[in-house]
């Protein structure tokens, strides 16, 4: 057990008193959407990209995207439902995903999930003088740790033209950067965003426990 492991585990044990639950219900997800994903079989985490096409993703009648846990294969997921500027989405196998603005805020069906994120209500266009520093907390579920205090450095990149299935996309990049002293544990995450400030793909890093998350979007919230 290297020391990462021994911190993260030791600091676990000292906030296992205070209780944190997952914002998912797996029971209130629509039996339609289980019912979508026939129309796609197979199409899953764990199958190769080129089982996902344009034809494909335009005769499902939900917004969509792909995403890839680590160096996993890519799978689908589609939008169960938005609210309050939350959209919730949930693949074939039982992995459910809440992002807001771009960004996942709580996790199901992984090894590790981030059940809560509290954060300053600070958007992508916040930054002044080419950066922004934050607090940011994230709770966790196996092992269990409740409001793990995380740095974050919020700054605009690059412009770049990126293509999801094929179609291309002239994007903004943002970085991210997350770090925790105590943990030693230091991410960079990615947003690319469109004018209207809409994340069409992300690398996300949201545990310590858990490899990187792509997110791309191959059919857009109407």
């Given at each position: 057990?290297?020391?990462?492991?021994?911190?993260?585990?030791?600091?676990?044990?000292?906030?296992?008193?205070?209780?944190?639950?997952?914002?998912?219900?797996?029971?209130?997800?629509?039996?339609?959407?289980?019912?979508?994903?026939?129309?796609?079989?197979?199409?899953?985490?764990?199958?190769?990209?080129?089982?996902?096409?344009?034809?494909?993703?335009?005769?499902?009648?939900?917004?969509?995207?792909?995403?890839?846990?680590?160096?996993?294969?890519?799978?689908?997921?589609?939008?169960?439902?938005?609210?309050?500027?939350?959209?919730?989405?949930?693949?074939?196998?039982?992995?459910?995903?809440?992002?807001?603005?771009?960004?996942?805020?709580?996790?199901?069906?992984?090894?590790?999930?981030?059940?809560?994120?509290?954060?300053?209500?600070?958007?992508?266009?916040?930054?002044?003088?080419?950066?922004?520093?934050?607090?940011?907390?994230?709770?966790?579920?196996?092992?269990?740790?409740?409001?793990?205090?995380?740095?974050?450095e919020l700054h605009e990149l690059?412009?770049?033209?990126?293509?999801?299935?094929?179609?291309?996309?002239?994007?903004?990049?943002?970085?991210?950067?997350?770090?925790?002293?105590?943990?030693?544990?230091?991410?960079?995450?990615?947003?690319?965003?469109?004018?209207?400030?809409?994340?069409?793909?992300?690398?996300?890093?949201?545990?310590?426990?858990?490899?990187?998350?792509?997110?791309?979007?191959?059919?857009?919230?109407?």
């Open positions: 057990m290297n020391l990462k492991t021994k911190k993260f585990i030791t600091l676990c044990a000292t906030t296992a008193c205070l209780n944190s639950c997952s914002l998912i219900e797996s029971n209130n997800i629509a039996f339609g959407y289980f019912e979508a994903f026939k129309t796609v079989k197979g199409v899953i985490l764990g199958l190769e990209n080129k089982a996902l096409t344009p034809d494909l993703i335009n005769n499902i009648p939900y917004a969509s995207m792909i995403i890839t846990i680590g160096k996993g294969a890519p799978g689908l997921v589609i939008l169960e439902s938005v609210k309050d500027a939350e959209s919730t989405w949930v693949s074939a196998d039982g992995v459910y995903l809440i992002l807001k603005e771009g960004k996942i805020i709580n996790t199901a069906g992984l090894g590790s999930n981030l059940t809560d994120y509290i954060s300053p209500d600070i958007t992508f266009d916040s930054y002044e003088d080419g950066v922004v520093k934050f607090i940011s907390y994230y709770s966790y579920d196996k092992p269990e740790l409740t409001y793990l205090k995380v740095k974050v690059n412009k770049e033209t990126i293509t999801i299935l094929d179609k291309e996309h002239d994007l903004t990049q943002w970085q991210e950067i997350l770090s925790n002293d105590y943990l030693g544990w230091q991410v960079v995450n990615k947003y690319w965003l469109d004018e209207s400030g809409f994340v069409w793909k992300s690398i996300q890093n949201i545990s310590p426990k858990l490899p990187s998350i792509q997110i791309e979007v191959t059919k857009k919230p109407s």
